[in-house]
């Protein structure tokens, strides 16, 4: 009977077969099929753990271990119980177990030197491509999950089940029933707690319309303005993850050794290298980009970021994935997040459109500065904020309160509530969308609207003039999309085009003619 495993692809797992062959010679023993390091260090824990399970290890006798296929590096904390099952099946030491002639028998854990199993933290949240066919033996742990038969054992000395049982013992299989039930209890994400501060009404709307859509944002504004406040805040408006979603999110973070139980939020520092953030090394591991699906990607200063950290950000923002090679290997990694950049204009951080400044700097340095963004990295952003415009001076409201609460403010708690039902009118009023609004197409913004007609009207003789790519155009239509979903409006009106005009065309002009 032949034995299969998994070993590491990134964050995802691959299934490999763990042959055993006995030579006569001097004791060795030889792992083939370019291991790792941890995996050529197994030898000594299969020893010590066969010995104190009372089986034999052979004398005179070469034992040979294959991993099939010999040419992929190898890199897994599971292959021990693999290795000392195949092992002892090759010696008979122990009896096969009962399988399909289709199906194949997979072991995965870890052992102590005493015998023991444990199952990997990186097993837990992957899915495992087996057929109902198949067998799977592994360690025991409540937070394992697996449709299949499965044999959930404690140690080696376990193995010892008879050939004439067509079941394994009761107390050592979980039934399907049990691990469905438990699917949804072991990925139930947690909400962080709500921050305790109030926005007024202009930022508030401004962060309802970025978590309805999910649309990508662009701050840019003097020092001390909010803008990192603002990022927070927007991150706690999401929506709460699907099954599916919180799967991938505990599997990538897990990866990344740091686990997560809502939506990252992935705030790397302008230092960080490019290749930190798209994904290096051989085999390719990912990068920061991959860290943040499902989530919100937050890049503070975004104008001191290297040029290539910036430009690597184009294709994910467009595709929601990347593809990194190295020497020849190529692997595809998720990276469907929402982004938001921030950064002051100049370096001395007042610089903002129609306002005359007195800079120290010289006009060379702030165009220089301001120069580091390039256009078409520019329109991959949805929306477009100048963050001195958010405080009202006529009021002299501030831009965040944290003990005001009347009709000029609102808490992030109340703005979620009205993003929530705002998502719950566009369920019923679009059951077909299953993404956010920042991913759809201009035929399918524009195929449910009735008033075309007056739509395109006002769009091509006010917007068009300023349009220059059509993706700038397309994230026009999506964010005056939202705004009409804000109002619950199944109907795209002039009112919604004129303040998607202001956020998505406007602002951006403005943005070219600073220096004019």
Same mark, same amino acid.
């Given at each position: 009977?032949?034995?299969?495993?998994?070993?590491?692809?990134?964050?995802?797992?691959?299934?490999?077969?763990?042959?055993?062959?006995?030579?006569?010679?001097?004791?060795?023993?030889?792992?083939?099929?370019?291991?790792?390091?941890?995996?050529?260090?197994?030898?000594?824990?299969?020893?010590?753990?066969?010995?104190?399970?009372?089986?034999?290890?052979?004398?005179?006798?070469?034992?040979?271990?294959?991993?099939?296929?010999?040419?992929?590096?190898?890199?897994?904390?599971?292959?021990?119980?693999?290795?000392?099952?195949?092992?002892?099946?090759?010696?008979?030491?122990?009896?096969?177990?009962?399988?399909?002639?289709?199906?194949?028998?997979?072991?995965?854990?870890?052992?102590?030197?005493?015998?023991?199993?444990?199952?990997?933290?990186?097993?837990?949240?992957?899915?495992?491509?087996?057929?109902?066919?198949?067998?799977?033996?592994?360690?025991?742990?409540?937070?394992?999950?697996?449709?299949?038969?499965?044999?959930?054992?404690?140690?080696?000395?376990?193995?010892?089940?008879?050939?004439?049982?067509?079941?394994?013992?009761?107390?050592?299989?979980?039934?399907?029933?049990?691990?469905?039930?438990?699917?949804?209890?072991?990925?139930?994400?947690?909400?962080?707690?709500?921050?305790?501060?109030?926005?007024?009404?202009?930022?508030?709307?401004?962060?309802? #319309?970025?978590?309805? *859509?999910?649309?990508?944002? $662009?701050? !840019?504004?003097?020092?001390?303005?909010?803008? =990192?406040?603002? %990022? @927070?805040?927007?991150?706690?408006?999401?929506?709460?993850?699907?099954?599916?979603?919180?799967?991938?999110?505990?599997?990538?973070?897990?990866?990344?050794?740091?686990?997560?139980?809502?939506?990252?939020?992935?705030?790397?520092?302008?230092?960080?290298?490019?290749?930190?953030?798209?994904?290096?090394?051989?085999?390719?591991?990912?990068?920061?980009?991959?860290?943040?699906?499902?989530?919100?990607?937050?890049?503070?200063?975004?104008?001191?970021?290297?040029?290539?950290?910036?430009?690597?950000?184009?294709?994910?923002?467009?595709?929601?994935?990347?593809? #990194?090679?190295?020497? *020849?290997?190529?692997?595809? $990694?998720? !990276?469907?997040?929402?982004?938001?950049?921030? =950064?002051?204009? %100049? @370096?001395?951080?007042?610089?903002?459109?129609?306002?005359?400044?007195?800079?120290?700097?010289?006009?060379?340095?702030?165009?220089?500065?301001?120069?580091?963004?390039?256009?078409?990295?520019?329109?991959?952003?949805?929306?477009?904020?100048?963050?001195?415009?958010?405080?009202?001076?006529?009021?002299?409201?501030?831009?965040?309160?944290?003990?005001?609460?009347?009709?000029?403010?609102?808490?992030?708690?109340?703005?979620?509530?009205?993003?929530?039902?705002?998502?719950?009118?566009?369920?019923?009023?679009?059951?077909?969308?299953?993404?956010?609004?920042?991913?759809?197409?201009?035929?399918?913004?524009?195929?449910?609207?009735?008033?075309?007609?007056?739509?395109?009207?006002?769009?091509?003789?006010?917007?068009?003039?300023?349009?220059?790519?059509?993706?700038?155009?397309?994230?026009?239509?999506?964010?005056?999309?939202?705004?009409?979903?804000?109002?619950?409006?199944?109907?795209?009106?002039?009112?919604?085009?004129?303040?998607?005009?202001?956020?998505?065309?406007?602002?951006?002009?403005?943005?070219?003619?600073?220096?004019?």
């Amino acid at each position: 009977m032949s034995v299969h495993s998994f070993v590491h692809q990134s964050f995802d797992l691959q299934s490999i077969e763990v042959e055993i062959s006995l030579l006569k010679g001097l004791p060795n023993f030889q792992i083939m099929g370019m291991p790792d390091s941890a995996i050529k260090e197994s030898l000594f824990r299969i020893k010590s753990a066969l010995k104190h399970q009372g089986f034999s290890w052979p004398k005179a006798q070469q034992v040979l271990v294959n991993l099939r296929p010999a040419h992929v590096k190898k890199t897994s904390p599971g292959l021990d119980l693999a290795i000392a099952y195949a092992y002892l099946l090759k010696t008979k030491q122990i009896k096969p177990l009962h399988i399909l002639k289709k199906g194949k028998l997979f072991a995965y854990g870890e052992l102590n030197l005493e015998g023991k199993i444990f199952i990997p933290e990186n097993f837990l949240y992957n899915n495992l491509n087996l057929t109902k066919d198949d067998v799977l033996v592994s360690g025991i742990d409540e937070n394992f999950i697996f449709s299949g038969e499965s044999y959930f054992i404690n140690s080696l000395s376990d193995l010892k089940f008879s050939t004439k049982q067509t079941e394994p013992n009761q107390q050592n299989i979980k039934s399907n029933q049990e691990s469905t039930n438990k699917i949804k209890d072991k990925f139930i994400s947690t909400r962080p707690q709500f921050l305790d501060l109030t926005f007024p009404l202009n930022v508030s709307e401004l962060l309802s #319309v970025a978590g309805v *859509g999910g649309h990508s944002l $662009f701050l !840019a504004g003097p020092a001390g303005s909010g803008k =990192s406040t603002f %990022c @927070k805040a927007l991150h706690q408006l999401q929506s709460d993850p699907s099954l599916e979603e919180i799967q991938e999110i505990k599997k990538i973070s897990q990866y990344f050794g740091k686990p997560c139980k809502w939506r990252p939020l992935v705030s790397p520092h302008h230092s960080t290298p490019a290749l930190s953030i798209i994904g290096c090394g051989y085999p390719p591991q990912p990068g920061e980009i991959t860290r943040a699906n499902g989530g919100t990607l937050v890049l503070d200063e975004f104008l001191e970021f290297a040029s290539q950290a910036q430009e690597a950000l184009r294709e994910p923002l467009e595709s929601g994935e990347i593809f #990194v090679s190295r020497r *020849g290997k190529n692997c595809k $990694f998720p !990276a469907k997040f929402q982004l938001i950049a921030t =950064s002051n204009l %100049c @370096k001395c951080g007042d610089l903002v459109p129609k306002i005359p400044i007195n800079c120290s700097y010289s006009l060379a340095r702030c165009r220089s500065y301001l120069e580091k963004l390039s256009g078409p990295l520019l329109d991959r952003f949805s929306i477009l904020s100048f963050t001195h415009k958010w405080k009202d001076k006529s009021n002299n409201l501030n831009l965040f309160d944290e003990t005001l609460d009347n009709e000029k403010y609102l808490s992030v708690e109340k703005i979620f509530k009205q993003v929530q039902s705002v998502r719950e009118f566009i369920k019923k009023d679009r059951p077909w969308q299953k993404t956010t609004n920042h991913f759809l197409l201009k035929n399918q913004i524009i195929k449910n609207t009735e008033n075309i007609e007056r739509i395109d009207e006002f769009y091509y003789k006010n917007c068009m003039p300023l349009f220059k790519s059509y993706r700038r155009e397309l994230a026009f239509l999506r964010v005056a999309r939202t705004y009409a979903d804000l109002d619950l409006s199944s109907k795209i009106e002039k009112q919604h085009l004129e303040k998607a005009r202001e956020m998505c065309v406007q602002s951006f002009y403005d943005l070219k003619q600073i220096f004019c």
